[in-house]
């Protein structure tokens, strides 16, 4: 399987152990900005669900991720919470 980063400073997130490899300082990090910018939560709440949707997809068909996988998985995500924003923009 691919392995994405170097073992150090890591930390396995979620279901994907050895697969996606994630700083707890980004996380915290972009999180912060986020809140900062007040970005609407629900433009952005269901893009965890969307990435790990499309990441367990790419190990179950693929094997792991791939360059042209990772630019299909952005534009996913991308277009998924384009949508989410019309709908709410609608409700």
Do not use: N
Not at 54 to 63: H, K, P, S
Not at 74 to 85: Q, R
């Amino acid at each position: 399987m691919l392995q994405a980063f170097r073992e150090g400073g890591y930390a396995s997130v979620g279901i994907f152990v050895g697969y996606l490899k994630i700083r707890v300082h980004d996380l915290v990090f972009w999180g912060c900005v986020t809140g900062c910018l007040g970005v609407p939560v629900h433009a952005v709440a269901g893009a965890p669900a969307l990435i790990a949707l499309f990441g367990w997809w790419l190990v179950r068909r693929v094997g792991g991720v791939s360059g042209d996988c990772h630019g299909a998985g952005i534009e996913f995500v991308e277009t998924g919470m384009l949508v989410a924003i019309a709908i709410a923009g609608r409700v």
